[in-house]
């Protein structure tokens, strides 16, 4: 490696850097507990393990202890010295060592058999690695966790201990790691959305299947509510369409072949003789059926159909994340059908609507957007469509992206199997990235499905299609959401806008009066009359991030006035209820970030 790529934003550096790590953490771990059986110590993507068999119990209390010896090792400035041995030399070597002995076993005849040896310790090994221990500053590093884990991963072999470490080249950057780690915990839908009561999952019932709460449902009805009329606004057409349908819809629309394994099917694939449903994973081939039900002509075009829509994909149980990765989640779809002429103006038409959502969410800032493209070394049973097609597509997307001047990357092998797409992507807090709005366009399905339009030359023509959703799925961006405002979501989406606080029984049938009235205006409003004290009332709705707390106490029924709080602490003091009626009606009707 060059002097000048050895820098942590070198990818490279980092890994030998925390593979390094790894060697002196086992060195450690052997000069306290000389028995250790040594398994496999990588580098991952945030810094490194060691798979260990200790005798006695390792706990948390334990890795401060190690950490202490790793800093000794980093100070001692070991050189890391490669050799290599032939497999009897290294079985020999490595003779205490049952795991390592597998090891070797498994290294192909030929494969040279390595070491490094750094002071007292020698371990198999490929390397690479830094020089010395030194070069590995101990202030830096920390061990962060210990846990089981199978060795090779197999449930049937030995638990192991894995002990997890990261570290940087100084001390700031392991605290600021640190730091970003706490906040992106305490941030975490998956987490919070718990908590807070927006979602569950249960066992018995499956994993990606969440049962969304109360408070989750209705910021979902709220959005959906909102996307359904811009879109009808834009012109959109409405449908509802089933969600299954026979295999042989799947069979004309390429899932059948393309996408079997993501699908429900309900009934044997293989059986031919007897009806066979798959839920939908997609709604084109549906709302394909809308424009089918009559002829259509250029003046009918373009067309744009949307359905909020419940979708099913048959995702790996190990892809499943909270709301960001289910098995059945709800979309807000849609497909316009178009004549080619008209594709630049309706393709911004539906990145203009994507941005307005996503920018009014309060999204937008952190979103980026990824043109994805086919593999053209790899185009067989992947990708429907010829190359020439392929080419088409794809470099009309590219010059309506650089007309509308989108700054993207490019993804190859990224496409959906019917053409290019543009992808608006987004970061969970622990930084795994999904895409939250697509926008494809497609010149194949129009034909497999028979859509035609009859031109103004009176010629039968096949139109093109763009699938476009406007918020994506509402399970994730609620997600995003939560993540994003850690829990206090903008006033207009908050599932509980105000809560009335009474400081008295002797007040209570007024407070009922107020929310009786903030309920009337479409306020979403709930009431705490319980007999605790209002500090601890107040310090409830705080922490479930309510925005509004109105608080009613005898002066305030006196004066019939209200007094107002707001969930951040900031006290806005009494006013009468017609003030504080047009305060919170003008944050959620201008949908305010706040
Ligand atoms: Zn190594
Ligand atoms: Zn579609």
Known sequence: MEEAEKTFENEQYRKTYWHTCSHILAQALKRLY????????????????????????????????????????????NQLERFALSREEAKELMADQPYKLELIEGIPEGDEISFYRQGDFTDLCAGPHLETTKQVNGSGLKLTSCTGAYWRGDEHNKMLTRIYGVAFPTKDELDAFIAAKEEAKRRDHNKIGRELEYFTTVDYIGQGLPIILPKGARVIQTLQRWVEDLEQRRGYLLTKTPFMAKRELYKISGHWDHYLNGMF?????????????????????????????????????????????????????????????????????????????????????????????????????????????WDPANPNNKYEGTPEQWEAAQSSMAKILDDLGVDYTVGID???????????????????????????????LAERFGMVYTGDDGEKKTPYIIHRTSLGCYERTLAYLLETYAGALPTWLAPEQVRVLSIKDSVVDYAQGVVDKLGAMGIRVESDFSSNTLGYKIRNGQKEKVPYMVIIGEKDMENNTISIRYRNGEDLGAMSFEEFASLVKGVVDSKEKK
């Open 34 to 77: 000389p028995d250790v059986k040594l398994a496999i110590g990588p580098s991952i993507d945030e810094g490194f393990y060691y798979d260990v068999d200790l005798s006695g119990s390792f706990t948390q209390e334990n890795l401060k202890e190690v950490e202490k010896e790793m800093r000794k090792i980093c100070k001692e400035n």
């Open 414 to 444: 990224e496409a959906a199997f019917y053409g290019p797409k543009l992808d608006i992507q987004f970061r969970n807090v622990y930084g795994k990235e999904d895409t939250i709005v697509t926008i494809q366009i497609d010149m194949l």
């Open 265 to 373: 099917v309900l009934g044997d694939p293989d059986d031919e003789k007897s009806e066979c449903f798959a839920l939908r994973p997609m709604t084109c081939p549906f709302q394909y059926q809308v424009y089918l039900n009559r002829e259509r002509s250029y003046r009918d075009l373009p067309m744009r159909f949307n359905e909020t829509s419940t979708l099913f994909r048959n995702e790996d149980s190990g892809e499943m994340h909270g709301l960001i990765r289910v098995r059945q989640f709800t979309i807000s779809e849609g497909h316009l059908v178009i004549r080619p002429d008209q594709l630049e103006q309706e393709f911004k038409g539906c990145l203009d609507l994507a941005k307005h959502i996503l920018d009014t969410v309060g999204l937008l800032d952190r979103c980026t957007f990824r043109f994805s493209q």
